[in-house]
């Protein structure tokens, strides 16, 4: 017996565009007359692709084709595309609110999706009865409800108001409540989507922390669509690309985020103007070129260490000038935030300055990074500061025989000493 | 990897099922949803009203007043010797009963797309909440209905109590499953193309000068229409009721039999379209 739980075999979904009106009734008639004879149905051998920015030829399209993949017990998938790649497609598939054209889904136990939360909340009821109402529509029954009702009001924190008509909620108490209800759902698998759009920041913490722990503690398997990459890569360990209803890409959470960024136009990891006078900076500073490169090799990997070079041209005479570059995360975490004196002696010359560096093998775990550089004058003063600058991705290398990626940005290698302490007979077979 | 064919699957989903797959049993075991859904309606509708329920006696008896008026007064029409206010009003309410069932569950594809577009349950708790919660509504104006009858038993020293008030529950419960079964083919069948929701409006108001709502079935024996009034199935359920409750009209087993199996006939081929349409609605509605 293996531990899949979804099983997406082979699934298509076909959307015809424009309006419902005469036209589209001669299609259904046609349809139903091929039917009638026993024939295939003419308007599923058409269909473009899902490109939004494309013209068609027909007004079929294909919001997902030949979509096959499978999910295993407690694991959290994250379901990644742009607009329109057929995330929400999948999901509505899933959670059964639309039926697929082609293909099957096989699922083992039960499902709840949390597809926009407060589903069926009753802006005039209060807050007591859509926890029930919600929960019954999620599939919990009475008794699951009360069972569970102070845990939910706990977690939603709006025990104040639970009397209380919901219309009168803030919209972050509202959906606090409805993503309360939905999380304390006992299934076994979960499907979400974008719900953490809103609320604070003390919340989105709360839900992910709430979504990690249902997936590894419960046991329980998590879909997961959002655009927020840190969020997926904080909760998911697995991770599936869609682009333009089609499948295309299948890989651990860090291999898929990379990948999207990738095809989604990733930041280049060279930056280079040719004049000054059109360079980016502004009166103080033009920054020429900034470059990222791996030290011994073609590509920046964990074990080949990286170095960076920038070249710029500096208009100020006579000042303290500093260059102050910051490491950071894809998601914005700063690593580092190191600088440098280029000149100390309040002699700096207008002209173009070269300073580089090096980062050590290890230093950094696989993953996307960026540099912010900072110019400054005696390292108090900025004159010119550009964010992500060049955008650049470190690949995963086996170390030893495990070829994972670590979790971490730092893949430093520390020495660690060992001892080991014989113990007298007895004491070990005692034990 | 490969799997064998036999594993177990709690759920299949798939394009097209069965003509007869229902899925019943789904709905049996969404009965918590289906009573809070009722539950929302009673108590979602008259919230910041002061006169509340009481609103449900309001319509029935200007109704009564109004038809008083117009068809017994202006247009004399006989009442089969009843006493014209309980003659009207035991019309109306069960009537009402059945347009609100009817209006109330066509559009339910329509009317709550928003919520079936983000979760699945059973599609059928809707129409079923809305035949059950406008039965709520029938028994408050049953009430009504009741407090007329005592009035004019005291002021004509008559009252009616018989057996045949035991055909009440099964009458009401055939006119619900008239009106579900209307319904939900018609809500079905507005999922793509609205127009049946435009004939919906008027139709029903029509279908009630077909009935004998206004007017006893007698009135009509002689006259040519008599078939048309007749083969409505409708008509024995309306005029049953009132000889359920008030001892005096036409009663035919016969009718309503030939009445029972045109609502099963309806309601069969209702859960099938109904069914059919759940799945895939969203990409039209």
């Not at chain 1, 209060?126 to 102070?150: H, P, V």
């Not at chain 2, 069932?101 to 066509?106: F, I, R, Y």
Request: some cysteine; overall charge positive.
């Amino acid at each position: 017996m293996s531990n899949t739980v979804i099983k997406v075999e082979n699934i298509a979904k076909q959307y015809r565009l424009g309006e419902v009106g005469t036209g589209s009734l001669s299609h259904d008639v046609n349809r139903w007359w091929h039917k009638v004879r026993g024939k295939e149905d003419p308007y599923l051998k058409i269909g473009d692709s899902n490109d939004r920015t494309q013209k068609g030829n027909t007004d079929y399209v294909w919001a997902l084709k030949n979509i096959n993949f499978e999910v295993k017990q407690g694991e959290v998938l994250g379901i990644i595309g742009r607009n329109g790649a057929g995330k929400s497609t999948l999901l509505k598939i899933l959670s059964r609110t639309t039926a697929p054209t082609i293909g099957s889904i096989k699922i083992k136990g039960r499902i709840a999706s949390l597809l926009e939360v407060g589903t069926g909340f009753h802006p005039e009821l209060s807050g007591r009865d859509n926890i029930y109402l919600n929960g019954a529509i999620l599939g919990m029954s009475k008794q699951e409800i009360t069972r569970k009702f102070d845990e939910i009001v706990d977690f939603a924190g709006v025990e104040r108001y639970i009397n209380t008509p919901v219309k009168r909620y803030s919209s972050g108490m509202y959906v606090r409540l409805a993503f309360a209800v939905a999380a304390h759902l006992e299934s076994e698998i979960l499907i979400v989507d974008e719900v953490l759009a809103v609320g604070d920041a003390e919340f989105q913490t709360k839900c992910l922390g709430k979504m990690k722990d249902v997936s590894t503690n419960g046991g329980r398997t998590v879909l997961f669509v959002s655009h927020n990459m840190a969020a997926v890569k904080q909760l998911c360990n697995k991770g599936i690309i869609l682009k333009n209803g089609a499948f295309e890409f299948e890989g651990s959470t860090l291999e898929a985020i990379t990948h999207y960024q990738k095809i989604s136009g990733l930041a280049s990891s060279y930056f280079h103007q040719g004049t000054i006078q059109s360079a980016l900076g502004n009166h103080n500073i033009r920054i020429l070129k900034f470059s990222v490169q791996a030290i011994s090799q073609d590509f920046i990997t964990i074990s080949s260490g990286l170095s960076f070079n920038i070249e710029f041209y500096n208009h100020n005479a006579d000042i303290n000038l500093d260059v102050t570059i910051e490491l950071k995360t894809n998601d914005d975490l700063v690593i580092l935030h190191i600088g440098k004196l280029v000149t100390q002696n309040k002699d700096s010359m207008r002209g173009i300055y070269f300073v580089s560096g090096e980062l050590p093998p290890y230093f950094l775990n696989a993953g996307i990074y960026k540099f912010k550089v900072i110019f400054g004058q005696d390292q108090r003063i900025a004159l010119y500061i550009k964010d992500d600058i060049v955008q650049f991705e470190v690949l995963n290398e086996a170390i030893g025989s495990n070829n994972f990626v670590r979790p971490g940005f730092s893949a430093f290698q520390i020495p660690f000493t060992h001892s080991f302490k014989q113990l007298e007979d007895a004491v070990a077979t005692d034990y | 990897m490969q799997y064998s064919d036999k594993e177990e699957w709690d759920m299949v989903i798939q394009p097209q099922t069965g003509w007869l797959d229902l899925h019943l049993k789904d709905v049996w075991k969404y009965r918590d949803l289906l009573w809070l859904f009722v539950k929302r309606d009673f108590t979602a509708a008259f919230k910041q009203t002061i006169l509340g329920p009481l609103w449900h006696f309001i319509q029935p008896l200007f109704t009564t007043i109004v038809f008083l008026v117009v068809f017994g007064r202006i247009a004399k029409i006989p009442t089969d010797g009843i006493e014209p206010a309980v003659f009207y009003m035991s019309g109306i309410t069960i009537w009402n009963y059945f347009t609100s069932c009817l209006t109330g569950t066509s559009n339910t594809f329509v009317a709550n797309a928003g919520i079936f577009g983000k979760v699945y349950f059973p599609r059928l708790v809707i129409p079923l909440s809305v035949v059950l919660s406008n039965m709520v509504k029938f028994g408050i104006q049953f009430l009504l209905l009741l407090l007329l009858m005592i009035y004019y038993g005291i002021k004509n020293q008559h009252f009616y109590i018989g057996l045949s008030w035991l055909f009440i529950p099964l009458l009401v419960a055939m006119m619900a499953l008239m009106g579900l079964g209307l319904g939900i083919i018609i809500s079905s069948l507005t999922t793509k193309y609205r127009d049946f929701t435009v004939l919906i409006g008027f139709g029903v108001q029509l279908l009630m000068y077909a009935t004998p709502v206004i007017y006893p079935l007698s009135y009509f024996k002689h006259s040519k229409y008599a078939a048309f009034i007749q083969y409505n199935p409708l008509s024995p359920l309306v005029e049953t009721f009132r000889y359920a409750i008030l001892g005096a009209g036409s009663y035919n087993s016969g009718m309503l039999l030939y009445s029972g199996s045109v609502i099963l006939v309806f309601l069969a081929i209702g859960l099938i379209i109904f069914n059919r349409v759940e799945k895939g609605f969203m990409d039209t509605v």
